[in-house]
Nanobody
């Protein structure tokens, strides 16, 4: 059972930046970030494939968010720049043993507990 632990959430002003981290207990093929705002479905944000470091993003965050990984520590980061009020959500780390650049929630078998990101005006 892969265990994921997120950290780094918090309160930030609109236009600011924040980085969240996710440490995995063991390596999987891909890792991703999802987010869920109150009353909304959990939605894909960004993904990364370990063996090639290729990445993919939701249209809503392209150009503002960057996903990266540190191989030696099985840790994935999500750097969030130019944050908007609508980026406020609980951010979840997810992992899967597939090579496809999947974005659906059901494609990911392992999940962290989530970390709150709040963007204020």
């Amino acid at each position: 059972q892969v265990q994921l632990a997120e950290s780094g959430g918090g309160l930030v002003q609109a236009g600011g930046s924040l980085r969240v981290s996710c440490a995995a207990s063991e390596r999987t093929f891909i890792m991703a970030w999802f987010r869920q705002a109150p009353g909304k479905e959990r939605a894909f944000v960004a993904g990364i494939r370990w063996n090639s470091a290729s990445t993919w993003y939701a249209d809503s965050v392209k150009g503002r968010f960057t996903i990266s990984g540190e191989n030696a520590k099985n840790t994935v980061f999500l750097r969030m720049d130019t944050l908007k009020l609508e980026d406020s959500a609980v951010y979840y780390c997810a992992a899967a043993n597939t090579l496809a650049k999947v974005t659906a929630r059901f494609d990911y078998a392992y999940w962290g507990q989530g970390t709150q990101v709040t963007v204020s005006s």
